[in-house]
């Protein structure tokens, strides 16, 4: 079945450390990106990539690394630098609906929960 | 994108439709209305979508008003498996991921 595998699942770390959530597309989308959850909130837009080799900062950027070497594949590093690191992260890819206009849909993956101790 | 407006939370009985309303007045003619739900701890999934039209897939109808500036998921017959939150996106189709996420409305089915 096609879809987006995210690992791991739940992850914790110590201050300090960088830790990587990896990020896997097999829908043969071109698009991929990575959002932030907050307990009780809405998701905000971390970074993106359109194609391979090129990525966007979202909204909160900061503290936060990405690379887009293949198609399929979107990691996201947590650094050192992001003072909050705890949350829920979701990654997604996009896709266009035929027929509809070009209309734009995300599939998800299940997320990772990072837990900084 | 315009801006939504949802009710943070609204309750359903098992087996009746759910109606979550959104607000967009600020919709531009170009933007889509997006519905994604997000049940506790997984990832959004997406529900459906509108232009002008009203319609209809396996999940759900999507009611827009001829001025465009609210729409209304209806979920015909809810069971507690509906229990999530839902969310209303409207943008143009050019970046699906920068799509804003509200805090969505809070759907709970009750049996």
């Known amino acids: 079945d096609g879809g987006i595998t995210q690992s791991p699942k739940y992850l914790f770390r110590k201050e300090g450390q960088n830790v990587t959530l990896s990020c896997e597309q097999n829908?043969?989308?071109?698009?991929m990106y990575w959002y932030r959850q907050d307990p009780g909130q809405g998701l905000r837009l971390i970074y993106y990539?359109?194609?391979?080799?090129?990525?966007q900062k979202g909204d909160i950027a900061e503290g936060y690394s990405v690379s887009r070497e293949k198609k399929e594949s979107f990691p996201l590093t947590v650094t050192s630098a992001q003072k909050n690191p705890t949350a829920f992260y979701l990654c997604?890819?996009?896709?266009?609906?035929?027929?509809?206009?070009?209309?734009?849909?995300?599939?998800f993956g299940a997320g990772s929960r990072l837990t900084v101790l | 994108d315009a801006k939504t407006t949802q009710p943070p939370s609204m309750d359903c009985a098992e087996g009746r439709a759910a109606n979550l309303p959104c607000n967009h007045s600020t919709i531009s003619g170009n933007e889509y209305v997006y519905w994604y739900r997000q049940i506790h701890s997984q990832g959004p999934q997406y529900i459906i979508h509108?232009?002008?039209n009203n319609e209809t897939n396996e999940m759900a109808s999507l009611i827009i008003t001829e001025d465009r500036k609210s729409s209304t998921l209806i979920l015909p017959h809810a069971t507690l498996r509906d229990t999530a939150v839902y969310y209303c996106?409207?943008?143009?189709?050019?970046?699906?991921?920068?799509?804003?996420f509200g805090d969505g409305t809070t759907l709970t089915v009750k049996p």
């Open positions: 509108g232009l002008k």
């Open positions: 996106i409207v943008r143009v189709d050019t970046n699906a991921g920068k799509s804003t």
């Open positions: 829908l043969n989308h071109d698009a």
């Open positions: 990539s359109q194609i391979v080799n090129d990525f």
């Open positions: 997604a890819s996009s896709r266009v609906i035929a027929g509809s206009s070009g209309a734009n849909v995300l599939t």
